[in-house]
């Protein structure tokens, strides 16, 4: 099964895996999912790294070369997922967070998030 990582479930699994709940990682670790980041994610943490938040305190370019190295494959955004934005819920105010849920939603990939709020979000979405 293809697993679209929210932002944070990325952060976590690449630098701080104590983070992640026990459901989390045994998602993560079993061999027989695709682990998928976004673009977005990308966008998500260097804004915000260059705000200096704290908890985005990652060079996103060493980051992206960790993931793929390892073996996650890369979600760009397209014109498909942009537009399956129109009619989503407001359930969520972060653009980041939307884009992902739309992603998941028009590519059929479960997201995978602690956030709460996107479990409020119908469709292949994870709440660990």
Known sequence: ??????THVL????????????????LLEDE??????SAASLWEITIKS???RA???VDPRLLRRGLIDNGYL????TNQHVLALKGM??????PFDRLLVAQSIAEGIALVT?????AQYSGPIKHV
């Open 114 to 118: 602690t956030d709460p709020v996107l």
């Open 11 to 26: 952060l976590w699994a690449a630098a701080q895996p104590h983070r992640l709940s026990p459901v989390a990682r045994a």
């Open 74 to 77: 890369e979600l760009p955004i």
């Open 89 to 94: 819920a407001a359930h969520h105010k972060d």
């Open 32 to 37: 027989a999912n695709a682990l998928v980041f």
């Open 55 to 57: 908890d985005f305190r």
């Open 50 to 52: 260059d705000l200096g």
């Open 1 to 6: 099964m293809k697993l679209l990582l929210d």
